[in-house]
């Protein structure tokens, strides 16, 4: 059973790098059948995809246009995780923050991390 | 982007009542649109794949239907443990989208 854990500080300054973790067990962040993503949730923006990464012979990225100039996930085969860094955060990035495998042939999202609040505030 | 609209965004449901949640898609998707449910202070859970197709472990009472631009999710016989909020989740084309969200509750 493919579990995911997450860690991190709940909370951020403005302008500067939020940071979060996920580790996988029961699956391997290299498989070539899944994608690692990051997903957040609040109440202004509802539920919004941030990015993604995945390995097909190389590792690939996909981020939201919203927040392509500020993002990087990456991954992590040593530990068997993957991370998130936003950079120059605001009070709107003031978020739920969720990692989620996501099948690769139907893309949907399962299992879910257990969520991280975030809140950028000085 | 595709923009997913569910409605209605809020229902206040007697138990054994039939639910029934619609997400609409601003273009086709053929049938690849999810539905999850999200009970407070949880992560969001898998409860249908690929429009129709109930993931593992999920009672029979809940449904899925449509295709193209128009789906439903249906819960037949509303039972307490199934107040939550549900979102539907396209992924068809980047960037993926979700719903709005239904907000179920009990009567």
């Known amino acids: 059973q493919v579990q995911l854990q997450q860690s991190g500080p709940g909370l951020v300054k403005p302008s500067q790098t939020l940071s979060l973790t996920c580790a996988i067990s029961?699956?391997?962040?290299?498989?070539?059948?899944?994608?690692w993503n990051w997903i957040r949730q609040s109440p202004s923006r509802g539920l919004e995809w941030l990015g993604r990464?995945?390995?097909?012979?190389?590792?690939?990225?996909d981020y939201a246009e919203s927040v392509k100039s500020r993002i990087i996930i990456n991954p992590d085969t040593s530990k068997n995780h993957f991370s998130l860094q936003l950079n120059s955060v605001t009070p709107e990035d003031t978020a739920v923050y969720y990692c989620?495998?996501?099948?690769?042939?139907?893309?949907?999202?399962?299992?879910w991390g257990q969520g991280t609040l975030v809140t950028v505030s000085s | 982007e595709i923009v997913l609209t569910q409605s209605p965004d809020f229902q206040s449901v007697t138990p054994k009542e039939k639910v029934t949640i619609t997400c609409r898609a601003s273009?086709?998707?053929?049938?690849?649109l999810h539905w999850y449910q999200q009970k407070p202070d949880q992560s969001p859970k898998l409860l249908i794949e690929?429009?129709?197709q109930s993931s593992s472990g999920v009672p029979s009472r809940f449904s899925g239907s449509g295709s193209g631009t128009d789906f439903t999710l249906t819960i037949n016989s509303l039972e307490v443990e199934d107040a939550a909020t549900y979102y539907c989740?396209?992924?068809?084309?980047?960037?993926?989208?979700f719903g709005g969200g239904t907000k179920v509750e009990i009567k």
């Open positions: 029961g699956d391997s962040v290299s498989s070539n059948s899944v994608g």
């Open positions: 989620a495998r996501e099948d690769w042939k139907y893309h949907w999202f399962a299992p």
């Open positions: 273009q086709s998707i053929g049938s690849s």
């Open positions: 989740h396209q992924s068809s084309s980047l960037p993926l989208t």
């Open positions: 690929y429009a129709s």
């Open positions: 990464t995945y390995y097909r012979s190389k590792w690939n990225n």
